[in-house]
């Protein structure tokens, strides 16, 4: 079963920027008409007079909408169903985080991530599962994060919001086998976006090393390819793929030593030490001892 790509309608959340921006722009020669969500309507339509020029026939709509405020949602869900458009295609791509110790988040910000992250692509999914359903055809491509398999200090809520909404699809996807609708999550590791601005983490204790980065370019392909071949998950990029499935096998307290490292340096700061003797991610197994570690 593949989801109705070609020739359909195609909403994208998050299409201002990074991956989702990407995942439009490589749809724009299939789908017949786009439906670009984000805040940014400058950056909306920038991109659709991109995608226009690549191929005059597509249909793009840009429907600027906060999706931290439910009331965005309504009114983008309602601006749907006055235009008679039916969304064969939900992607939801927009996404937020925030890194520092929790207890010194603001909880706007937190409750923003919660909004974004979580109930905005679950309401889209309840709102336009239905029809899909009854059309026999549809599909929905969600873009998490590595976050939901692992532990991140500095990241509690982000990576709590991406195991939410891991179970969510898995769960989803079961129950929609056979009504012809395709689920498949997207679980990237480290995608050059603007992302780490918006979440302030530009400077966070435990970068993901270089060579475990892709492009957004790449990112969109490997989601797209897996979405069409009716793929449960997808982590998008060769060596982020072999680390999840190494990671997956490993036990839970070794992967939660993995990070203790990096939590005492995000609390405590980094030792007095030349950066090349600074432990290393990987290194901080050993730390797999340490009784709070396990
Ligand atoms: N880049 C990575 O390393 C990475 C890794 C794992 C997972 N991911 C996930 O991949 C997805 C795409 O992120 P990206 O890397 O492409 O980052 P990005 O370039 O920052 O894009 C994020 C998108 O989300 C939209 N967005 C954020 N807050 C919004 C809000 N309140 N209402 C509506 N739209 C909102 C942004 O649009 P506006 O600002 O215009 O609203 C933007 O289009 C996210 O779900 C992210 O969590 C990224």
Known sequence: ?????????????????????????????????????????????????ELLARNPTLGVVVEQCDLAQPEDVDALLDSLRRNLIHVDVLVNCAGLGDY???????????????????????????????????????????????????????????????????????????????????????????????????????????PPPAWMRISAARCAFEAIAAFERGLPRVHPGLMHRWMTRLSAILPRRVRRASGLGAARRLRHGAPELEPALHPQPALDLAFAHVPEAR
Not at 21 to 27: C, G, S, W
Not at 29 to 44: K, P
Not at 141 to 159: I, R
Request: proline share 3%.
């Open 100 to 206: 520092g110790l929790y207890e010194r988040e603001s909880w706007s910000r937190i409750h923003q991530m919660m909004r974004v992250n979580l109930t905005a692509p679950l309401l889209l999914a309840h709102r336009l599962v239905r029809g899909m359903v009854e059309r026999k055809r549809g599909g929905i491509l969600t873009v998490g994060a590595a976050g939901s398999n692992s532990f991140a200090p500095g990241m509690a809520v982000y990576c709590a919001t991406r195991r939410f909404l891991d179970g969510f699809t898995e769960s989803l996807r079961l129950e929609l086998l056979g009504t012809g609708v395709v689920v498949t999550q997207v679980s990237p590791g480290a995608v050059d976006t603007r992302v780490d601005e918006q979440a302030g983490a530009e400077d966070q204790v435990a």
């Open 1 to 49: 079963m593949r989801p109705p790509i070609d020739s359909g309608t195609v909403l994208i959340t998050g299409a201002s920027s990074g991956v989702g921006r990407e995942i439009a722009r490589q749809l724009a020669y299939r789908a017949r008409t786009l439906v670009l969500v984000a805040r940014s309507e400058d950056r909306l339509e920038t991109l659709r007079d």
